[in-house]
């Protein structure tokens, strides 16, 4: 099980933005060792490109998946770390006695990776395993003190209270990686707080924009993992097309700028360039720009609070550059409505919105469920769920599972 924490989990919910940078100097100097959760993901794949062109500024000192142990072997290889991890038993198992690089160790199970996060050597932990199973290692790095990437937005729609706690009573720093969060993360360094009047999330649309209700229903998986901007794991890109990624985003949003919820808002955006905006006082509206390529907030993660030259691909705005935007259409994509009442509730609705999301995502990949059908057990688990309003880890998880299985039992109806 996760690692239970024992923060003050009653202090009040500290906001990013109100915690102290890391004590700057420039040029950034040392080398910062770095534990890659899920490296073998499509954000993991991405966070050692950004390494391996950094300079040597960034060195990999773990690399942890679950089972895709050939294409993990291969990067350890390739990146020679001290560390490998692989979470599942089983697949470890296969690996040979000799398969491994000189000067890698391997270590096997979700509990060796609470344990090696925390080690001395590592300085920030890039938190890219998809799903709920991210929580439990991204709690144990926060509880280690650890700089965390986060692009394991569940762990902040699951127990964003606890987690913003836990980072406040240990010291550790949380840095988006999710490319709206990173850039209104950018966008509040030229203001205060108490300037803020209102955060825009921007969002593609994804692949059925302009689709109609009633052709949605029978989308196939298929057409559903082709997503027209951003290349992604296939969980998160099944949730930009149900926009469900966008409800996620709000509660994740809410948690790590301390916003309050009637501040934030959606706006489409199908060229995906303009990756989120705040909007001050004075009318003033910064927002951040470059094209849709993840290397970018990884890298700002990584190198905060300096800026380095980097891989990520530059914005040419002489080469046709247009920028629309549009209102969502909560009719044709619910979830939104379930995201912006989630970040609204707080407490328990985050965790059982997520694992009903997870567990429909599953069953419509497996041709078990209608594309229409995320939404509409979503929002069923979601009503139906015993609230709580400051539920511990133990509440969290057995609404996890509670959630999940309402939704198995909605499929097998
Ligand atoms: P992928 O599906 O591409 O990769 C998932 C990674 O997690 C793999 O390394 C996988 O290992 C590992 N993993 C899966 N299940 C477990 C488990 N039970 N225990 C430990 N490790 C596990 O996902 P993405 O890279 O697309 O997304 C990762 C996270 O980042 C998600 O939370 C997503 O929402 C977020 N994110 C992703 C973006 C993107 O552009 N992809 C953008 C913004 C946020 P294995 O290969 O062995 O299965
Ligand atoms: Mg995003």
Request: proline fraction near 8%.
């Amino acid at each position: 099980m996760a690692p239970t924490p024992s923060p003050p989990f009653s202090a009040p919910v500290p906001a990013l933005r109100d915690r102290p940078a890391a004590a700057a100097s420039h040029p950034p100097t040392g080398i910062l060792g770095v534990a890659v959760l899920g490296s073998t993901g499509s954000i993991g794949r991405s966070t050692l490109e950004v390494i391996a062109t950094s300079g040597g500024r960034f060195r990999p000192h773990l690399l942890a998946a679950h089972t895709s142990v050939g294409p993990l072997l291969d990067q350890a290889r390739l990146h020679r770390p001290a560390w490998i991890v692989v979470t599942d038993a089983a697949a470890a198992a296969t690996i040979g006695a000799d398969a491994l690089p000189a000067g890698t160790r391997l270590a096997v199970g979700p509990e060796a990776l609470d344990d090696l996060v925390g080690a001395p050597e590592v300085d920030r932990v890039v938190s890219a395993i998809v799903g709920a199973a991210g929580l439990r290692s991204t709690l144990a790095a926060l509880d280690a003190g650890k700089t965390v990437a986060l692009a394991n937005k569940e762990t902040l729609v699951m127990a964003g209270a606890l987690v913003m706690r836990l980072a406040a009573a240990r010291g550790a720093v949380l840095l988006p990686v999710d490319s709206e969060h990173s850039a209104i993360h950018q966008a509040l360094r030229t203001g205060t707080a108490d300037e803020v009047v209102r955060v825009i999330l921007t969002a593609s649309g994804g692949p059925f924009r302009t689709r109609s209700r009633e052709s949605l229903a029978g989308v196939t998986p298929e057409e559903a993992l082709c997503h027209p901007t951003w290349s992604m794991g296939p969980k998160i890109t099944i949730d930009s097309a149900t926009m469900m990624n966008k409800a996620l985003e709000l509660i994740e949003a809410r948690w790590l700028f301390d916003l309050p919820p009637e501040k934030l808002a959606v706006v489409v955006h199908p060229q995906s360039v303009v990756h989120s905006m705040v909007e001050f006082v004075d009318g003033s509206v910064i927002a951040q720009l470059s094209p849709p390529d993840m290397k970018l907030p990884i890298q700002y993660a990584l190198s905060h609070p300096h800026r380095l030259d980097g891989p990520a691909r530059r914005l040419d705005f002489l080469a046709g550059l247009r920028l629309d935007f549009e209102p969502p259409d909560p009719v044709r994509f619910p979830s939104l409505r379930l995201g912006h009442e989630a970040a609204a509730r707080g407490g328990t609705a985050g965790a059982v919105l997520n694992a009903a999301n997870e567990e429909a995502v599953g069953a419509f990949l497996a041709g078990k469920m209608r594309f229409t059908g995320i939404a509409d057990a979503c929002s069923r688990v979601l009503d139906g769920h015993a609230y709580q309003a400051d539920p511990s880890l133990d509440d969290i998880r057995r609404l996890d599972a509670w959630a999940r299985q309402e939704v198995v039992k909605w499929v097998s109806a």
